[in-house]
DNA sequence: CTGAAAGCGCTTACAG
DNA sequence: CTGAAAGCGCTTACAG
């Protein structure tokens, strides 16, 4: 067998020209359906496989996405993006496109150099995972490539963003907690780090308003400094019955601290979180938490940007995927207390 | 701002021709080092950008890695190759090269069909992340790219892989317990699943052998089915003092069982694992594990996989990175006791 | 040190 | 339905 099968040579063995042979393999009109299923016989008996590039050099389409993950989202092993990319990249392939991964160092970021597979013409788009550096994103605007921005989104920026409800989650679950008698509910995250934690607490503050409920100060908890990175919670003097943590992590975090202070959840604390991770799970108890529906957004991110490409003039704005909240075992009912 | 600038563009602005504009931003020989910094000037004014797959049609390099992974490999969204590949393309992005992934589904596998990222000519070389049916394999191997696995081996094949030495941190991690003052040791994994859980129990074996304890068969305990999937473990009725379990998310689940009957960690019994992820820090007590030195074996893998696409003919073979034994809290020394 | 020419393997617009 | 011709943007071998 031939090293190196091109369309010329498939040609040559049924008589043909490579016009025809174009048109067949790549299911355009132009041939009839006899030869179309010859061609891909032969084909296949001489183990052709098309050249990406040579395609790419004519259509201008690169068939591959560019994927970025800022290096501060995946200190973890386990970090939650790794597993947005692993889905983006399934759901790309039934696009025929594939994922090129790349990963925003901490310099480039700073500096808001683009990204390589940009660069390099490697990418027909990108899919922004995180919330980086204002400067950062400013360029990925500019960039002659359609983007998305996958669970954030910045204001006045022309690219769209797939984002979880984060309002309206933090609504519902601060909802719940109200529901079981709870009044004194703090919110655990520091509100000016991201705009998940920012909306979500909006979320939160919302319900309290609805339910005639004051917010009160020291019952807003910094998770965080400057740099993103967690910090130990301080416990408020006066100890909420409930708190709502900005993630699952924290959550983790503040049970840990709760025993430590000798209180029990949910006897005398309750604690919910978001995003239904590892943490939520492997604690005790396991903790009440809100599902994003990261299959959703991942199909509806993937669906955008195809469609961009398509139809660069095409914008799609900020679209938010509802979450489901998955009610364990770190929640009191207060109102069975007065009860018994 | 002209659209879509090339070399042809930069070469008329400088009034010199496209040969010596490519050989200028290449680094290559041939333009004096005056005209070499002129060129990337314009160039960077223009916001040229190289077309990569005009570079590939011509030198017939893509610049591009394949990242396969199996489906069963990622049913965790915290799985530990999705870690192993961000790294891989962090360390690829040293020599210029992206990374592709792509995820082997189980219809795939079975029907060992090449990888799209192979078919369409878009890598120059492919990286595997553990182990796969044996007929994709072998597809694998018969491919006209080099190929490394990672994390696995297989015997006969032509392909080099990098490994963690599986066996000899078995062996280092028994002895631990052995030093401890432990004889009744069992191990937790099923020993035909994988090479690492095969190879990590010889080592266990070895030091049995070698601290003359006799292996007991109700001490090799099953925790997977044929299908690679977690079933329940059953104790043995006459309780080891110590457990090496072949990784931390199996020994989490063994402590979880131990405390359903009853048994304290490490009090009654002492518990290892391996792989220093999350499971192993996440209980109580923490657990004593080995790590496997990632960093190691990926930078080893991608500098294989690099020198292999510049000389497809050098082999590696099987290349072993030695694990570092993290001593936690799941482990008594059973030789204070004695003295209390 | 510099450049004219050829060609990588496709696709597209056009002609028959 | 079929095919000859042109061209995408590079790199390489060669000539000056």
């Known amino acids: 067998m031939k090293d190196k099968i091109n369309m010329l040579d498939i040609a040559n063995e049924l008589g043909i020209s490579k ?11 132009g041939v009839s359906e006899e030869l179309r299923v010859k061609v891909k016989e032969v084909a296949h008996k001489l ?6 590039s040579a395609r790419s050099l004519k259509t201008d389409r690169q068939f591959n996405i560019g994927i970025l993950i800022s290096e501060k989202f995946i200190m973890d092993k386990e970090a939650y993006y790794f597993y947005v990319s692993g889905e983006i990249i399934r759901k790309l ?34 899919i922004v995972l ?6 950062y994103l400013q360029m990925i605007e500019s960039l002659q490539v359609p983007s998305v921005f996958f669970d954030f989104y910045v204001k006045n920026a022309k690219i769209d963003s797939i984002t979880a409800d984060n309002f309206f989650s933090g609504y519902s679950l601060t909802n719940l907690l109200v529901s079981k008698g709870h009044k004194k509910i703090a919110y655990v995250g ?17 319900s309290l308003i609805e339910n005639e409920i004051s917010l009160r100060k020291e019952y807003v908890i910094e998770d965080r400094d400057d740099h993103g990175r967690l910090i130990t ?32 959840v949910p006897d005398d604390c309750s604690v919910v979180g978001f995003d239904n991770s590892l943490y939520s799970t492997l604690v005790d108890p396991q903790i009440t938490t809100v ?20 139809n660069p003039q095409r914008t799609y704005d900020r679209i938010l995927v509802p979450g489901t909240i998955i009610e364990r075992f770190s929640v009191k009912d207060l109102r069975l207390d007065q009860v018994s």
Chains 1, 2 share one sequence.
């Open 19 to 29: 016009v025809s042979v174009s048109k067949a393999l790549s299911d355009k009109e």
């Open 47 to 52: 183990g052709y496989r098309i050249n990406n």
């Open 93 to 126: 392939d039934d696009y025929s496109i594939s994922g090129i991964m790349e990963i925003i160092t901490e310099t480039s970021e700073l500096n808001a150099s683009s990204p390589r597979c940009y660069n390099e013409k490697k990418v027909d788009g990108l």
């Open 130 to 135: 995180g919330q980086l550096q204002c400067d």
């Open 190 to 206: 520091s509100i000016m780090a991201t705009s998940s934690i920012q909306d979500r607490y909006l979320g939160y503050y919302k």
């Open 233 to 264: 919670l301080q416990l408020p003097e006066d100890l909420p019955t409930a708190f709502v943590c900005n993630c699952d992590q924290v959550a983790y975090s503040l049970v840990q601290e709760l025993k430590k202070a000798g209180k029990k």
């Open 291 to 310: 599902d994003h529906n990261i299959d959703k957004m991942v199909s509806t991110a993937v669906k955008v940007i195809t469609k961009k490409i398509a």
